[in-house]
């Protein structure tokens, strides 16, 4: 069986939180801070309108003592059949308190878990992992009562496989890789941009079939002649010429030269940092499917794209392309007097040099 991703573990808690049968305590927890607040407006969702003012209470770990949390979600419902707690930054509750010297500790939660409040359901958000060596760990990642779910930060070189995904799951809907990975590499890891993005694609695409390129570039402004993508083409052919003139029409047709000079930087780090990852595997003597399979990258056609593009640059030169997009980065942020164009086409010939 394949292993669960992000979304799959997403759309199973949708279905249990919204269905009869809850657990009375979640833990969400990890860097994805995307999954962290869709799952928060759910279990806001959970709570009518009219009933919010006396059995839901959104409660912040810096703001409030174990003891304090412990008191709002042993308490039982008014005129309704459960309350709804939310803590955020479960990491940061504090033991002290200004109405009293001591609010006790994080520990205290562990007789709660062993035996919670069935009144309540009661969901802690963080982005720090729980410590599994601790007692407190133990009851949170393995409690009978206690539901855990981690969602780690989906990888740049993933982030094709997550489109592709979450096209199907969210609209039931089809892209295709090369429009995923368009998408993936115009927007950046922004899960949040991502599925805005993707909510317009879906919308405004009155198609049965697959989402493509054409359709990504209507919808997302990227209707003209030259874009990043076709000063990709060139530069990783190493035609310093054709990518000069590139750049040089992506400038003129820009209504602002310095946000297109960062955009096509994070664009380009997201590129070299996925060729970096296959060259570094590469070096250590893997083959094309063990790093595929290191990787992640589940789509064949996005790999072989992107084992592709790795063949264009050697591993020796990827230190020297990071500092000339940290400096053109730099540049184009105001730490030089070179004008946007300059900043740009620099750039480019001390990539393909």
Not at 308 to 334: C, N, Q
Request: aromatic share 12%.
């Amino acid at each position: 069986m394949a292993k669960k991703t992000s979304i799959d573990h997403y759309s199973d808690l949708l279905k249990e939180l919204k269905s009869g049968d809850r657990k009375p305590v979640y833990f969400f927890c990890g860097e994805e801070k995307f999954f962290l607040d869709k799952l928060q407006d759910v279990v806001e969702g959970l709570v009518p309108e009219d009933q919010k003012d006396f059995n839901f209470d959104l409660l912040y770990g810096r703001d409030v003592t174990p003891e304090k949390v412990l008191s709002i979600i042993r308490s039982y419902p008014m005129m309704a059949d459960e309350r709804v707690v939310i803590l955020r930054d479960f990491s940061k509750l504090s033991s002290y308190s200004e109405e009293s010297s001591y609010g006790g500790e994080t520990d205290d939660f562990i007789p709660y878990l062993e035996n919670p409040n069935p009144t309540t359901l009661f969901v802690c958000i963080d982005s720090k992992k729980p410590n599994g060596r601790t007692k407190l760990g133990k009851a949170i990642k393995k409690g009978e009562h206690v539901r855990y779910q981690e969602f780690e930060e989906v990888p740049d070189y993933k982030l094709a496989d997550w489109i592709m995904n979450w096209v199907k799951n969210q609209h039931n809907k089809t892209i295709r890789p090369p429009a995923a990975q368009m998408l993936a590499q115009y927007v950046g890891s922004d899960l949040q941009l991502l599925s805005t993005e993707i909510d317009k694609v879906c919308t405004f695409v009155d198609t049965s079939d697959a989402i493509k390129k054409e359709d990504i570039k209507k919808i997302i402004g990227l209707y003209r002649e030259y874009s990043v993508f076709e000063l990709k083409d060139a530069l990783f052919e190493r035609n310093l010429d054709e990518s000069l003139f590139i750049a040089e029409q992506m400038l003129q047709h820009s209504k602002a030269n310095t946000g297109e000079i960062i955009r096509s930087v994070g664009f380009f780090y997201n590129v070299f940092s996925n060729i970096w990852q296959i060259q570094r595997l590469s070096a250590k003597g893997n083959s094309k499917k063990q790093v595929q399979k290191t990787l992640g990258v589940s789509n064949n056609w996005y790999f072989n794209k992107l084992w592709k593009d790795a063949s264009a640059f050697k591993l020796s030169e990827m230190p020297r392309i990071f500092e000339t997009l940290l400096d053109a980065d730099r540049a184009a942020k105001g730490f030089s007097t070179m004008d946007p164009s300059t900043i740009l086409l620099l750039m480019i010939k001390r990539i393909i040099n």
